[in-house]
């Protein structure tokens, strides 16, 4: 599936839903949280609809890849230099609440770090 009319990390892809935006390319667009849980706190999804990671195969893997090492980049970029967190929420015990695959990457002063 390419898009969700329903989902809601869709309508930022496409702008309908206005988002603070770090990086965009062909694959892949990252914004910030609405609700940080850190000091910089970035949200990696795939343009692409994919609900979450149970969904993923590896025909995904280079997609989780370039997700994954974009994450340091923008941590550079965005000014964190002593450290990061990436964290993918899966299905109802993981924690997920927004269906669209999502990996956060949260870093800044540690103070906020709770588990
Ligand atoms: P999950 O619990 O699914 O892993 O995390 C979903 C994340 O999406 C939460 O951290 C929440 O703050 C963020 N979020 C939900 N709706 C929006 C939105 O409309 N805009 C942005 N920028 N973030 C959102
Ligand atoms: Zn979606």
Redesign the pocket.
Known sequence: MSADPNC?FCK?VAGQ?P??KVYEDDDVFA?????P?APVHV?IVPKRHIASMAEVTEAEAGLLGKMTTLGPRLMKELGVTNGFRHVI?TGPDG????YHL?L?VMGGPRPWLKG
């Open positions: 809601i930022i839903i988002s603070k914004f910030h949280d609405i609700h849980w949200l929420n924690g997920q609440e927004v999502h956060h």
